[in-house]
């Protein structure tokens, strides 16, 4: 017969096999170089991993001056392993393998080069075809010509979408782990608003039990690095977990990016962090459990919520042992930052201070007590049972 703390284990470890997905491949190989995918200045219109309803936007969206035809280069030395065509997704698509253990994925294609073109049999304007190749067949050295940029299957305008991928696990990575060298970007991200979640009947916040939001109104600071501290003061007794709204940008676009890293600390101590560097396939629909989906679908805004809902696995996430929910259990200020990064470094800081106060009917109990007192029951239990085998 197990016993309870086998079943434990066991189902630990199922729980770690059945995600096993979530983990890149290790990539033992030698690092090969990445250049540019385009013979111009690379712009983005997207970037890897930002929240869309029901999944993560899959690459970077590479900018082609609103129109169809720019020359597209494979990024590294491989073989074109795979060209798809089809009306909708991708449209005309070309996957290069690479031997570091990476694909790159080349997307919404007007055509392919005349090499590819000429391996495919068109029948109608409406064909979905896919075409698989062995490595001697078409091999590529980074810079090779592949194709010309265009604006089919679903994309709402001329750009090139371009995917990198661990090639055995097929997760999605964030390509600018190669492409930041060659991308200009020397803005922080930038927070909005936040949003405090007092968990049902546990917590209250700034007197209320429902979810609410607050503006940092830090206006336009399109700089690489800077603090802004939140004058007001909050109050807070109970669980409360907290959301944020923001953003990344460039200095070459108006356009706005999903945050690559953001971190939440509470009294200088981490409770949560991000670090949207790889998005498992099998997990694209948590976007609407991570992000508040109900917000989004009223209002067009995203909030990511800075800890995690039961049953989430998005191995991007890192909470401590509350799931990133903050027990305000001391009457006391409580200092809140949250700590934004993109992946070239440039970084801002949001700083507020949330008051401890007693709330009638609210018992304020950190998990932290109740950790501690499972380990203690554990240390002492433990040789006991071993002993009995
Ligand atoms: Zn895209």
Redesign the pocket.
Known sequence: MLRFDSWLLIIGFWLLVSCGDGEPATNSQEPIVYASPVDYDITLA?NFGEPRPFHF?G?L?VKTGNVEGKDIFSIADGYVSRLTVNMYGFGNAIYVTHPDGFTSVYCHLKRFAEQYENELHRTGPKDTLSYVFPPEKFPVKSGDHIAISGNTGHSTGPHL?LELHDTETWVLRDPMIKLANIIADTVAPQAHSFMAYPMNGEGVFNGGFSKQTFGFGAGDTKVQRFTFNVQREFTAWGRVGFALWADDYSEATYNHYGVRYTQLLVDGCEVFHSDVDSIPVSCQLEVNNWGDYEHWRRTRIWYMKSFREPGMRLPILHTNFEQGVVCFSEERPYHLTYVLRDYQGNESRYHFTVRGERFPNIEARPRRQLLDSYRLYRQVTWPLHTMKH
Request: aromatic share 0%; no cysteine.
């Open positions: 997207g936007h690459g969206d979408h």
